[in-house]
């Protein structure tokens, strides 16, 4: 085991510990929070993984905006503060089958893959902001503009779907 | 650092986000999970960059990509999730019924001759 | 030569129902079927005098098996009886133009009288014994139609299906017995069959032979299919005179005549046959003698007189059979013709609202009285002559000189044709009286359309048997002769005798208690009602409750099961889509596990 691994394993833990605690949770605002821990977990994995500039990206845009987003949304639909008990539907058993079932399968898969691949971070150049970006901006420049409009239609979207002066209304007169 | 750690995490938080999805009933958290398992992917796609090395960088890019789309999908999920709640008071996903098939099964598909001549 | 004129002889009329079809309407009356009447009229007439065997062949297309092939082929046999059938085919259609005047279904009927004709000429002329068979199929056809012509009238629309059935039911041993000439000689040609029936098992003979009694049985009106050919007078009278006198029905003797070999090599055929021609002989003559209607009596005069020939071809007298074939297409279809005429002068054919046309209706008197004399069969017209071919042709047998037969049946073919000559002669005097003598009524003669083929039937009813003296084997012999000139002398002089005591009293009152049971015809409709008809009926209704209750409830059953199914698996609709999803990843899963296990 290598020191990287030694990092990672740990990480890792905190990562999957802290995801499993979002869907198990009672209280909404903690699992938000726990979200946080969770993402912030993977953005130290990332950084082990020699990915500095997706690490930075994954701390800004998921803990920084998604979240707060998260957050506005509980919020917004006056969810309590607190323990609730419905959080969960009737649908757990079913789910945790099919969640263990997913989880075997694809660990017995990639356990079976990979089990001697082994990887060579280099110098950790590799995902620096100049290499990544020249990536970006020389070979991924027609996705990365699509994507650019892709979010507008997204902001517009949200915009007509979340104000009650324009939509439906109009047409069918009430949505109550 | 072997391929197998960060691939064994992704499968797990991967798993995580498929019970959150299906058990949860709370739409916030709904999405909460669908942001679980498109983190699982993207480490997915950060540890095989590493690995083989790629030269267009592509896994890296493509998570950058996943990333933008995530915040997107959370921005356009949660107005629809507004939408809902002001609609109908709740955010229970399992409320939402409206796909059920309600009507009642129509008339007897086929009679013998006999019977049709005896309700006559 | 003689073949390629012989091929647009069944052609002509062919074309002539394919162009009068569709087109009849916009013609005038009767021109197309007139005309590709006349054709095959005139150049059956060149093959008949050029009078050479030939033979063409087409084999159209590989059938596998047994090769299928296409073709005509002519002998004496065949050109004389296809010159027949064009005359009185021709003489029927002039007639009809003006019998069915203002009847707006002639053009079809016309075209179907074309396509008739055509498919008699094909069973004729046709050197295959398939398509014989599609000939004989296709005239049955024709005939259901044009008996069928009036189907508005229920009796003439059931008379119809009745004889469609009957003949069917005949049409299937035919069908059978040509399969089992053709497999045994290992072609359907007529002249390979032929050839080959020396060859040819005892058994295979004998099996073949029953199977085209059957066949000719049906088609010919015999004991006991013969119920269907009465009832078919409610066609109107031209399609009496040729389908129902003249031609289809006299084409089971031409067909018996034309395999005479097949029958030469089973003798028990031609003994059962036999003794079906004296039954249906003596029975329908006597059914005649009682019957009321003119047209029926004619038509169980038909069966008679097709009985006659068959027991002349079951004695071995093909030529006898052949000529009286011949005579009596020319008198029979003279005869309805006749009967056709009074009926659209008075306006039925009831033998009590007849009587006393002699002054009013001269030219059908006339044509009619030598129609009636061919009938009986007073000399010199021709029906004395071929009758007394036939009578000559038993007498033979009988006297062990010809033994085709055994001696007792072809005793018992002798005395019923000597009693059939006297029978028919008292009921043909007997409907001759009752239709032209007693109280006068008042009547109008037939336009020249009609009397014109009258007359032209009349020369050859009256003069055939005179022109054929030219040919020594069809000159009458003494002894036969005198005994049927007897005979009916007798049986014309005792309707005499009668209508002179009793004037205007109809002379089957002769038979007594005994005439409702002739005039059914010894009952045989009321049997196959209660037996066959009953059996079908009950069988069918069978069918039915089986097809409701097992098939039925099998179809709906299924249905309603899938229905309850359904049911179940909508309760999983439920629309909560968190299990539509659990779903959904649990089958991606299993489709994940099954790939992983089993690759």
């Known amino acids: 085991m290598t020191g990287a691994e030694l990092v990672f394993v740990p990480l890792g833990a905190v990562a999957l510990g802290s995801s499993v605690l979002v869907v198990t949770t009672d209280q909404l605002v903690r699992a938000a929070l726990w979200l946080v821990v969770a993402l912030g977990a993977l953005a130290g994995c990332f950084l082990l993984l020699a990915a500095e500039l997706v690490a930075w990206v994954q701390v800004l845009i998921y803990v920084g905006a998604v979240v707060v987003l998260l957050l506005f949304g509980i919020m917004l639909t006056r969810a309590p503060i607190g323990r609730s008990v419905d959080l969960d539907s009737g649908n757990r058993v079913a789910a945790l089958v099919v969640a263990l079932g997913t989880a075997g399968t694809l660990v017995t898969v990639v356990v079976g893959g990979f089990r001697t691949a082994s990887i060579d971070l280099g110098d950790g150049s590799a995902g620096s902001a100049g290499t990544v970006g020249a990536g970006l901006f020389r070979y991924w420049v027609l996705p990365f503009e699509l994507l650019s409009v892709l979010l507008l239609a997204a902001l517009v979207g949200a915009i007509v779907l979340s104000r009650r002066d324009i939509g439906p209304r109009a047409r069918d007169g009430g949505e109550d | 650092m072997h391929v197998v750690y960060p ?25 909460m999970s669908v942001e679980l398992m498109l983190n699982a992917v993207n480490l997915n796609l950060v540890t095989f960059d590493a690995w083989l090395k790629d030269t267009l960088a592509s896994g890296q890019a493509l998570t950058l990509f996943v990333i933008a789309i995530a915040a997107a999908e959370v921005g356009l999920g949660l107005a629809i999730v507004l939408l809902v709640f002001r609609n109908r008071s709740s955010i229970a996903v399992d409320q939402l019924r409206d796909l059920a098939d309600r009507d009642a099964p129509s008339a007897v598909p086929g009679e013998t001759v006999a019977e049709r001549e005896a309700a006559r | 030569m003689t073949a390629a004129l012989a091929v647009p002889v069944v052609l002509a009329p062919f074309l002539a129902a394919a162009v009068g079809l569709p087109l009849g309407r916009r013609l ?33 297309t590989p059938t596998g098996g047994i090769a299928v092939t296409v073709g005509v082929r002519v002998g004496g046999l065949s050109a004389t009886v296809a010159v027949m059938v064009t005359l009185v085919a021709l003489a029927v259609q002039v007639y009809s133009v003006g019998y069915l005047r203002g009847d707006p279904r002639y053009p079809s009927y016309a075209a179907l ?46 008379a119809a299906v009745k004889s469609f059935l009957m003949t069917r039911f005949g049409d299937v041993g035919f069908l059978f017995g040509v399969f089992v000439l053709g497999t045994a000689a290992g072609s359907f040609r007529i002249t390979d069959v032929l050839a080959a029936v020396p060859t040819m098992s005892h058994t295979t003979v004998l099996a073949a032979a029953l199977l085209m009694v059957v066949g000719v ?29 003249a031609t289809m029905v006299a084409a089971g003797v031409y067909l018996v005549a034309l395999l005479f070999p097949v029958f030469l090599a089973a003798p028990l055929a031609l003994d059962v046959l036999a003794v079906l021609a004296v039954v249906s002989m003596l029975g329908a003559a006597l059914a005649a003698f009682a019957s009321a209607d003119l047209k029926r009596v004619l038509a169980y005069s038909t069966i008679s007189q097709l009985s006659l020939m068959f027991a002349a071809l079951a004695v071995g007298g093909r030529t006898a059979a052949i000529a009286h074939l011949v005579s009596h297409a020319a008198f029979k279809a003279l005869l309805f013709l006749c009967a056709g005429a009074v009926i659209t002068a008075v306006g039925g054919g009831l033998l009590t609202d007849l009587g006393g046309l002699r002054r009013a209706m001269p030219v059908t008197f006339a044509t009619m009285t030598v129609g009636f004399a061919a009938l ?4 010199p017209t021709s029906g004395f002559f071929s009758k007394d071919l036939v009578v000559a042709a038993a007498g033979h047998a ?7 037969v055994t001696v007792a049946v072809a005793w018992l073919v002798a005395v019923a044709v000597l009693l059939t000559a006297g029978v028919t002669a008292a009921y043909a005097t007997r409907a001759w009286l009752l239709t032209f003598f007693g109280t006068e009524r008042p009547a109008r003669e037939a336009g020249p359309v009609l009397t014109g083929p009258l007359l032209a039937l009349a020369a050859p009813a009256l003069l055939l048997g005179l022109a054929a003296l030219r040919w020594p084997e069809l000159r009458p012999e003494w002894g036969s002769a005198l005994a049927s000139v007897a005979v009916v002398v007798l049986g014309a002089g005792v309707v005499l005798a009668r209508w002179r005591a009793a004037p205007g009293r109809d002379p089957a ?58 049911g179940l698996i909508r309760l999983s609709q439920n629309g909560n889509p968190q299990l539509y999803l659990t779903g959904l990843l649990a089958g991606v899963l299993l489709i994940a596990v099954g790939v992983v296990v089993l690759a």
């Open chain 2, 7 to 31: 691939v064994v995490l992704a499968a797990l938080l991967f798993s995580v986000g498929v019970y959150g999805v299906l058990a949860r009933r709370n739409a916030i958290l709904v999405l």
């Open chain 3, 28 to 60: 005038p009356p009767g021109i197309v079927a007139i005309a590709g009447t006349a054709v095959s009229a005139v150049l059956a007439i060149a093959v008949a005098v050029s009078s050479r065997p030939a033979e063409t062949l087409a084999r159209l």
């Open chain 3, 113 to 158: 009288v074309s396509l008739f004709t055509a498919a008699m000429l094909t069973v004729v002329l046709s050197a295959d014994l398939l398509l014989t068979y599609a000939g004989w199929e296709v005239m049955g056809v024709c005939s259901y139609f044009l008996i069928g012509h009036h189907w508005e009238r229920p009796a003439a629309s059931s």
């Open chain 3, 217 to 245: 049985v049906g088609k010919s009106a015999q004991f006991p299919l013969h119920s269907w050919l009465p009832d078919a007078m409610a066609g109107p009278a031209p399609v009496s005179a040729l389908i129902h006198a």
């Open chain 3, 376 to 379: 009986a069969g007073f000399p």
């Open chain 3, 398 to 404: 009988a006297s062990g000189e010809a033994a085709l």
């Open chain 3, 509 to 566: 009152d002769l038979l007594g208690r005994a005439r409702p049971l002739l005039a059914s015809a010894w009952h045989t409709d009321d049997l196959y009602e209660r037996t066959v008809a009953r059996a079908v009926t009950g069988l069918a209704e069978r069918v039915v409750a089986v097809d409701d209750r097992v098939v039925g409830r099998a179809v709906t059953g299924s249905g309603r099961n899938a229905g309850r199914l359904g």
